[in-house]
């Protein structure tokens, strides 16, 4: 199926017979030291929910984090009192996004940031709802590592002012946090991408805007814009697992 999507008055081409999935399936990864995913089945007196056990249905129960055991999409009731549910904050599913690939910066206590100077340089001129950041090298090692305890890299504070100052309401990345591992619970850059001063949320402006972290940008997928789509289940919690699809656009040209 091609579709036409206009996007700052321009007229793109995109397949969606054609999808890029760029998520983590829950269970690969591991950060926080979050338990592992375990699925299994449902088991009473008189039955067992598994075909190969006997039962004419295979019938599982699944017990994950979300934030700790693969790609996850989490809105503004991660870091409030309320734990308003994703559900309430995410009303559309497709957008615009533009990929960039960043390297990061060390920092003198060791830890890897990135930097206001790289997202900028690779946003320059860009106005988009959404945003992937890949980092770099991107080996598919990414895809089974186990993050916890090893202080992985993370955006710096100026970075995301500057993420939320050119407006993008959906950010995704392929690290575990956008804040530091281990930060005493500050959640400085949650925070400010919600435009939340405290657990209250009393004063909210960012409400409909998500984070979804773990993803996996392979390197045959180019740097630029593609159409997004951000799919999630209702459940009603402040994060949940996801699966973000991009589809490539190609500029239509003439009539």
């Given at each position: 199926?091609?579709?036409?999507?206009?996007?700052?008055?321009v007229n793109y081409s995109c397949n969606l017979s054609d999808p890029l999935d760029i998520s983590i399936p829950m269970g690969q990864?591991?950060?926080?030291?979050a338990?592992?995913?375990?699925?299994?089945?449902?088991?009473?007196a008189e039955f067992?929910?598994?075909?190969?056990?006997?039962?004419?249905?295979?019938?599982?129960?699944?017990?994950?984090?979300?934030?700790?055991?693969?790609?996850?999409?989490?809105?503004?009731?991660?870091?409030?009192?309320?734990?308003?549910?994703?559900?309430?904050?995410?009303?559309?599913?497709?957008f615009i996004v533009k990929i960039i690939s960043v390297d990061f910066d060390k920092l003198d206590n060791g830890d890897k940031v990135i930097t206001k100077a790289a997202i900028a340089t690779a946003c320059a001129d860009s106005k988009v709802e959404a945003l992937i950041i890949?980092?770099?090298?991107?080996p598919a090692t990414k895809c089974y590592r186990d993050y916890s305890g090893t202080n992985p890299p993370y955006l710096s504070t100026d970075a995301m002012k500057y993420i939320?100052?050119?407006?993008?309401?959906?950010?995704?990345?392929?690290?575990?946090?956008?804040d530091r591992e281990k930060d005493e619970g500050r959640l400085i850059n949650h925070r400010l991408f919600w435009q939340v001063s405290d657990k209250e949320a009393t004063s909210i402006s960012r409400n409909n805007c998500t984070i979804t972290e773990l993803i996996y940008v392979p390197n045959d997928i180019a740097d630029g814009l593609y159409l997004l789509n951000l799919q999630v289940p209702s459940i009603?919690?402040?994060?949940?697992?996801?699966?973000?699809?991009?589809?490539?656009?190609?500029?239509?040209?003439g009539k």
């Open positions: 199926m091609i579709i036409t999507v206009c996007h700052q008055d990864v591991r950060c926080f030291f338990p592992p995913i375990e699925v299994n089945p449902y088991v009473s067992i929910g598994s075909v190969q056990a006997g039962a004419p249905v295979n019938f599982y129960n699944i017990k994950l984090n979300p934030h700790g055991n693969g790609t996850h999409t989490e809105g503004l009731g991660h870091i409030t009192l309320r734990r308003e549910i994703l559900d309430d904050c995410l009303k559309s599913y497709h890949r980092t770099m090298p991107n939320v100052g050119i407006e993008v309401k959906h950010l995704l990345l392929d690290l575990p946090s956008v009603n919690l402040d994060a949940v697992p996801s699966k973000p699809i991009l589809y490539r656009l190609y500029q239509k040209h």
